[in-house]
């Protein structure tokens, strides 16, 4: 089984040192007595389940998978699950960043990334149950009526229920404007929903007493397209007025997915035959209100993969601390062994910092966003919320895309510091690189992220958002650029801004004459934008570790974050030359290839 420590000393360090969140927290009526001692002792007991509690059943559940009954159409899932959900329950973890007015902590978001981050390193399928559930509520929280709210929220607060979101069809994925699922008003005020949809994660199982499904469908006489589309609460139990449990609903499971990876979670096939469903917003509005879900869902995504790259790292460097193969080319380093410790060699080194640094950074990134989502919501300053909103969304499809294409090439260089060993399903590798592989697909593929943040977020509104962040490094820049010590950091960051501002022009005039210059364009786009937020947030890192390095300090892990950040920026960082000039390349090398293509 693999191993797992969870990354208190550096979560520390980002939301103490480099974002300072309580001493903003504290001017936030809500957040106000959230101190650090609290933020310490809440991830401190969260790394534990998850490790205690959670770690023992990834292998299990990826080994038995989830099985459906056919005839009752319930599924069961692996040994183990059930009672790890009744533990989280019982925790009370589910509330923990939920309103007070539902039974919630109240305790800020950031702090809730921090607990997913070590349960998703710890078992992504068994997460994915309480993962989705909390982005239903935040859905309900924001569009439902209030009974809706009344009658849902408290329960999925108190884990007693979970959430899913229905939005796939099987003639459709990203393209919800084609899907058929139909909605059919009833005298009561309630609706029949008739369809099918497909990929569910979390879509049936054993874990809680009911599932709150959020479907997207057609009412009769709603237009053609996204513009057509309603959202509807559709539970597996009806639900009584008093919030007790009626009739099964007409909503089962008709099978489940065979996967790559995943396996623990119920990635389910839903049939809804005459479903009873409930309006959430207006109607024909559905789409807007579904997509609080789907943004907390694409950040959800990335922290999986961020979980999953930090304990392929962890394993990594346990096993390249005792591996013996061959002599370090500049002399033997262990002269008491036959061979050397494979760490010694330098592509191992850059195989293992490559995920170091992808962890860090992608930490960082997830902290900063929950961080920022924090300040949209509870900043005493209008302003101050209308920024962090904009930085919110200009930032989500970076670490849903971002995150996961890091923890693609992550998982595997972690793999390969295994060697043949790595490929064997008892070091527990290759799980992880096969887990990971999905979140580069679901909740939007990462080409539709990168076409959401190239065509949307930045050309959308002419770049203001992007020149919002621009405004950020700038400041960075401004303050230490005169810093030689500095240099190694602020030079390439401020020269890379300086050239994505150029891109991004560029590419505007271009997508004026043909649209179709964007797509050619958007994924390197989106991952040369990645970048420029690592960089932004790692050169903050290194800034807090040579401050703390010259006021004294000889703690080491202020060094090891100089020697991550050094390794980052020289090895990693310059990727982002050739992404420039492929994003450059134009659509006609990409289109006008119907002969190479026959």
């Known amino acids: 089984m693999p191993i797992y420590h969870p990354p208190l000393r550096d979560m520390r360090f980002v939301l103490h040192e480099v974002l300072g969140v309580t001493d903003v927290l504290r001017h936030m009526a809500p957040h106000a007595e959230t101190d650090t001692a609290t933020f310490d ?94 982005g239903a509520y935040e859905a309900l929280q924001a569009h439902g009526t209030d009974e809706q709210k009344r009658q849902v929220l408290p329960r999925l607060t108190s884990g007693e229920w979970t959430g899913t979101m229905c ?54 006489d709603a237009p053609e397209g996204s513009r057509g589309i309603s959202l509807f609460i559709v539970p597996k139990f009806l639900i009584n007025p008093d919030g007790s449990l009626g009739e099964r609903n007409g909503i089962h499971c008709g099978g489940l997915e065979e996967k790559m990876g995943i396996h623990g979670n119920a990635t389910a096939q839903m049939v809804l035959d005459g479903a009873v469903g409930t309006l959430v917003g207006k109607p024909n509005k559905g789409l807007q209100a579904m997509f609080v879900m789907m943004n907390a869902a694409r950040i959800g995504v990335g922290t999986q993969s961020l979980g999953l790259t930090e304990t392929a790292y962890q394993n990594a460097l346990a096993y390249a601390r005792e591996r013996l193969q061959s002599r370090s080319l500049s002399g033997a380093k262990a002269k008491d062994q036959p061979a050397d410790p494979i760490i010694v060699h330098p592509d191992v080194r850059r195989l293992l910092l490559t995920a170091k640094a992808y962890a860090e950074g992608g930490r960082a990134l997830a902290l900063y966003s929950a961080f920022l ?42 793999l390969q510091v295994f060697g043949g060993h790595g490929y064997i399903r008892e070091t527990g590798m290759e799980q992880l690189v096969r887990d990971n592989r999905i979140n ?71 997508a004026h004459q043909n649209p179709d210059e964007v ?80």
């Not at 509330?95 to 710890?122: H, I, R, W, Y």
């Open 41 to 134: 002792a809440v991830i401190e007991e969260a790394g534990k389940f998850a490790a205690e509690v959670v770690l023992p059943l990834n292998a299990v559940g990826d080994r038995e998978g989830c099985r459906l009954d056919p005839q009752t159409h319930e599924v069961s899932t692996p040994s183990g699950f059930k009672e790890a959900f009744a533990r989280y329950v019982e925790g009370g973890w589910p509330a923990l960043s939920c309103d007070p007015a539902f039974g919630g902590q109240g305790l800020p978001l950031v702090l809730n990334q921090c607990l997913f981050e070590m349960l998703n390193s710890a078992n992504q399928a068994w997460t994915m149950y309480p993962g989705l559930t909390h």
């Open 167 to 220: 939005l796939t069809e099987p003639h459709c994925g990203t393209d919800l404007g084609l899907l058929r699922t139909r909605a059919e008003p009833q005298a009561d005020g309630t609706y029949r929903l008739t369809g099918q949809k497909i990929f569910i994660s979390a879509g049936e199982h054993d874990l809680a007493a009911n599932i709150v499904h959020l479907v997207l469908a057609r009412l009769p």
């Open 373 to 414: 989502l924090d300040r949209e919501m509870h900043d005493p300053d209008e302003a101050v919320r209308r920024d962090s909103a904009e930085l919110v969304a200009l930032l989500t499809p970076i670490v849903k895309a971002f995150l996961t294409d890091n923890g693609h090439i992550a998982t595997n260089a972690c």
């Open 440 to 510: 580069m697909i679901y909740e939007g593929t990462n080409g539709i992220q990168s076409l959401d943040l190239l065509g949307r977020k930045v050309l959308g509104d002419n770049g203001a958002a992007l020149r919002k962040f621009g405004k950020l490094v700038a400041r960075l820049v401004e303050e230490e650029g005169v810093n030689e010590d500095m240099a190694e950091f602020i030079n390439p960051l401020a020269y890379l801004g300086e050239q994505m501002t150029r891109l991004t022009t560029e590419l505007g005039f271009r």
């Open 519 to 598: 797509g050619a364009a958007s994924v390197d786009y989106l991952r040369a934008a990645g970048h420029l937020v690592f960089g932004y947030l790692w050169a903050r890192m290194a800034q807090v570790a040579l401050r703390q390095i010259a006021a004294g300090s000889d703690d080491p892990f202020y060094t090891g974050k100089l020697q991550t950040a050094r390794f980052y920026f020289a090895r990693l960082f310059p990727e982002t030359a050739a992404l420039m000039r492929t994003a450059r390349s134009g659509a006609k090398v990409l289109l006008d290839t119907e002969q190479a293509l026959a």
